[in-house]
Nanobody, 121 residues
Framework: QVQLVESGGGLVQAGGSLRLSCAASGRIFSINGMGWYRQAPGKQRELVATITSGGRTNYADSVKGRFTISRVNAKNTVYLEMNSLKPEDTALYYC???????????????WGQGTQVTVSS
């Protein structure tokens, strides 16, 4: 059984900062990509940022220069540092782990339950 647990969401004023964390637990051998996605009310889930096991990153244009994704492979943990937050960043943020290889289960992707980020104007 693999679980992704997110933390760090909350309410912040525009211009403020938050740091999200996501830890994957279970009998994990390796994780390929990890990333963050978000879904605002009435909108589709969208990519925020991803990072490969080698550290290559990819960002949505809307967050470039403001958000930074990082990970610690040994801890199966991914972070999202969010600065200069805007009201339009308000959404439920989901952690994703891609192609997770475990001791007992076939490789597959996993999602966290989501953590709410609300930015007030």
């Amino acid at each position: 059984q693999v679980q992704l647990v997110e933390s760090g969401g909350g309410l912040v004023q525009a211009g403020g900062s938050l740091r999200l964390s996501c830890a994957a637990s279970g009998r994990i051998f390796s994780i390929n990509g990890m990333g963050w996605y978000r879904q605002a009310p009435g909108k589709q889930r969208e990519l925020v940022a991803t990072i490969t096991s080698g550290g290559r990153t990819n960002y949505a244009d809307s967050v470039k220069g403001r958000f930074t994704i990082s990970r610690v492979n040994a801890k199966n943990t991914v972070y999202l540092e969010m600065n200069s937050l805007k009201p339009e960043d308000t959404a439920l943020y989901y952690c994703n782990a891609e192609n997770v290889v475990t001791i007992t289960l076939p490789p597959r992707d996993y999602w966290g339950q989501g953590t709410q980020v609300t930015v007030s104007s």
